[in-house]
Nanobody, 124 residues
Framework: QVQLVESGGGLVQTGGSLRLSCTDS????????MGWFRQAPGKGREFVAA????????DYAASVKGRFTISRDNAKITLYLTMNSLKPEDTAVYYC?????????????????WGQGTQVTVSS
């Protein structure tokens, strides 16, 4: 059974860094693409980054490109999101999601399982 659990969120000042992790108790993470989305208060769920099942293909939202890095360790069944140069507008609940396909997708419809989310708050 797929169960995605995020960790690593917290409160950080503008310009700071955080690394989010996502694990899958069902150990299916290594067999498909994975992604990160976020949702700020009063806004819809927004694509952040995605990675193909091998890790060879990545995709980023324009708003985070150059600051965030998505990576995966298939041996550890873990997905990561390293976030640098954080801004107040990055404040949101961050969700990891398991892709339906081997290659990346920036659409929520391309994912079939979601974690519960981890809060990231960037203070100005």
């Amino acid at each position: 059974q797929v169960q995605l659990v995020e960790s690593g969120g917290g409160l950080v000042q503008t310009g700071g860094s955080l690394r989010l992790s996502c694990t899958d108790s069902g150990r299916t993470l290594s067999s498909t693409s994975m992604g990160w989305f976020r949702q700020a208060p009063g806004k819809g769920r927004e694509f952040v980054a995605a990675i193909s099942y091998t890790g060879g293909g990545v995709d980023y939202a324009a708003s985070v490109k150059g600051r965030f890095t998505i990576s995966r360790d298939n041996a550890k069944i873990t997905l990561y999101l390293t976030m640098n140069s954080l801004k107040p507008e990055d404040t949101a609940v961050y969700y990891c999601a398991r892709g339906k396909y081997l290659l990346t997708s920036d659409q929520p419809s391309g994912y079939d399982y979601w974690g519960q989310g981890t809060q990231v708050t960037v203070s100005s």
